[in-house]
């Protein structure tokens, strides 16, 4: 299953999200350009559980480094493959738990997680000599916190049947909680130092992420968030969306909403939708024209119910347009005066 996003649009840019996305991509490219000292980069840099509980490994390094490389290690990755993969679900889960915390509360809390999941690692592979690396626990923290705050959330998911990609909405609270259990299976069933996946720090973190939830929440506000509010406010919906439509029977035609910014009223917009209909699911390009008025009816002709073999009915959707609704809504939106 590869989630595609998640039907809940954040507010504002998730711009921490993006750094550390950039972040992460900077620190593999200076992992490419190590060449034959690769190993060594990786184990000073990593999180080598013997360098902390081995006295004769541990006095090859100074109080600074053994703390540093609990920052540095979720900042590496073994491979493109694996940095592809964390940066995709931190996009995907990251921009809404920033939108929560604030974009400097929200790092405080990704570098905690990962911290917490390295030391989880650290307890429960205590002598081993091979170095953890990625950022797999910090974004099992945001997912855990994901998990708890947009439980009825939906994940837009990929899931390949042979060669037929097919796209399915799943509750964010069912995706993220088969994630974890498979977490908790590979980790049960196999060694870090054989697998090479530290599957506890991936647990630890989502755990973490989840108890220190409501203590962040608690914490109080430092005042930055509202100054750079304004600057990073949304002005456009999310590029892909997901319509769900009605069917009246006997009427070939397909009825639904479609949401869009004030700005995008004005400018018009593209959009790729992904449309459910009974098992089907099917993705378009839709366009909203410059000047478009909240209740503006698009018609979009061969887009409905079969009516007999080559004949189709007509998709109906009505324009609404908003802000984003505190608890997210159907496409995230609540209604305004145009």
């Known amino acids: 299953m590869i989630p595609i996003h998640d039907t809940l649009q954040s507010r504002r840019y998730p711009v ?3 750094g550390l996305i950039l972040l992460n991509v900077l620190f593999f490219l200076v992992q490419l350009s190590q060449g034959r000292y690769l190993d060594q980069f990786i184990y000073i840099y990593g999180l080598a559980p013997a360098r902390y509980t081995v ?8 109080f600074g480094q053994q703390i540093f ?8 990755h073994g491979g493109v493959l694996h940095l592809l993969g964390n940066m995709w679900f931190l ?3 990251g921009d809404n738990v920033e939108d929560h915390f604030g974009p ?16 989880a690692h650290l307890f429960l592979n205590a002598y081993s000599n091979v170095p953890t690396i990625g950022a797999s626990g910090a974004i099992a923290g945001v997912m855990g916190a994901y998990f708890i705050l947009y439980p009825t959330a939906r994940v837009l998911t ?3 049947i042979i060669f037929i990609p097919y796209f399915v909405e799943i ?9 974890f259990v498979l977490q908790f299976l590979n980790a049960a069933g196999s060694q870090a130092d054989i697998s090479g996946v530290a599957w506890w720090a991936h647990i630890g973190g989502f755990v973490f992420g989840i108890l220190i939830l409501k203590g962040f929440d608690r914490l109080p506000g430092w005042g930055a968030t509202d100054r750079v509010r304004p600057s990073i406010e949304r002005k456009r919906t999310r590029r892909i969306q997901t319509i769900r439509t009605t069917g009246r029977e006997g009427d070939p035609n397909l009825y639904g909403v479609m949401r869009i910014s004030p700005y995008e009223s004005v400018a018009g917009s593209r959009k790729r939708v992904n449309i459910p209909w009974s098992f089907h699911n099917r993705m378009y390009r839709i366009e909203t024209p410059p000047g478009v008025r909240e209740g503006k009816i698009l018609r979009l002709k061969g887009m409905g119910k079969a009516i007999s073999p080559g004949q189709q009915g007509d ?4 324009v609404i347009v908003g802000d984003r609704d505190e608890n997210g809504g159907e496409g995230g939106y609540r209604r305004v005066s145009p």
């Open 158 to 160: 990929l899931i390949p």
């Open 315 to 318: 998709l109906m959707l009505k």
């Open 171 to 179: 509750p964010a609270f069912f995706f993220l909680a088969l994630w």
């Open 55 to 62: 006295p004769e490994i541990a006095a090859y390094f100074s």
């Open 104 to 119: 400097f509360r929200y790092l405080v809390f990704y570098i905690l997680c990962g911290m917490t999941s390295g030391i």
């Open 16 to 18: 921490v999200n993006y």
């Open 91 to 93: 996009y995907v889960f």
């Open 69 to 76: 490389s609990f920052v540095s290690f979720m900042f590496l």
